[in-house]
């Protein structure tokens, strides 16, 4: 059973251009969630989601951040127009459906992105 | 809004015993977590306590008071691969999103 899987491990972007990081959950997991970290800072919230269904972004940027979690497929985390201060490392989480609040999250090993 | 407090920064000799606090305040609350992170990793789930008390397993032991808005993460028996950053992470009331303090490094020296 392979673990959340994200991809890539490493992007490198130049300002202005558009970054799209992947997330496939484990299997049977339902429930996505993406995080930031910057150096040296906790994990930020950005982004929670079912299939198909944003349950809370309240942890987005409202410009140039989307996310999505289509019936098929990875979740996206789409960046536009890139900037400097949008380098970071981002990790997704997936957790199963209808286990209640103590679910534990497992993380994926996260995307670098670095903004040039 | 949630505040959620950790050292920055602890170190500790291979073999001792080393405590990691987390003080937080928030709006309701329905669990801590604590999580390892080693450098370039993803974070692991280590522990989950949502009553009062202490939680051991194996080396590893978690302790959470609700009235004082604290809990602990205790490593016992320190090994090198114990050197991580350790997360405190707080579940508020009717939520499923963990909220993340800035993670504690621990250096484990020999």
Aim: proline share 5%; with cysteine; charged share 20%.
């Amino acid at each position: 059973n392979a673990g959340v899987m994200q991809n890539p491990r490493h992007l490198v972007r130049r300002r202005g251009q558009e970054a799209r990081l992947r997330c496939s959950p484990m299997k049977g997991h339902s429930h996505v969630y993406w995080y930031r970290q910057l150096p040296e800072e906790g994990l930020k919230f950005m982004v929670y989601l079912q299939k198909e269904n944003i349950i809370d972004e309240s942890g987005m940027p409202k410009e140039r951040f989307s996310a999505e979690f289509p019936k098929e497929g990875p979740s996206i985390l789409r960046i536009q127009q890139v900037v400097r201060g949008d380098s970071a490392a981002y990790f997704c989480a997936s957790s199963p459906p209808g286990t209640g609040v103590n679910t534990e999250a497992f993380f994926g090993q996260g995307t670098r992105l670095t903004v040039v | 809004g949630q505040n959620i407090d950790q050292p920055t920064e602890m170190t500790a000799t291979e073999g001792a015993i080393v405590q990691i606090n987390c003080t937080y305040q928030t709006s309701g609350f329905n669990g801590l977590f604590w999580y390892q992170q080693h450098a370039g990793e993803a974070p692991t789930f280590l522990s989950y306590n949502v009553l009062d008390g202490l939680e051991e397993k194996g080396r590893f032991s978690s302790f959470l008071s609700r009235s004082k808005g604290y809990s602990y993460l205790l490593l016992k028996e320190l090994q090198m691969k114990d050197s991580a950053s350790y997360l405190c992470a707080v579940l508020k009331g009717g939520s499923y999103i963990p909220t993340f303090g800035r993670g504690t490094s621990l250096i484990v020296h020999p």
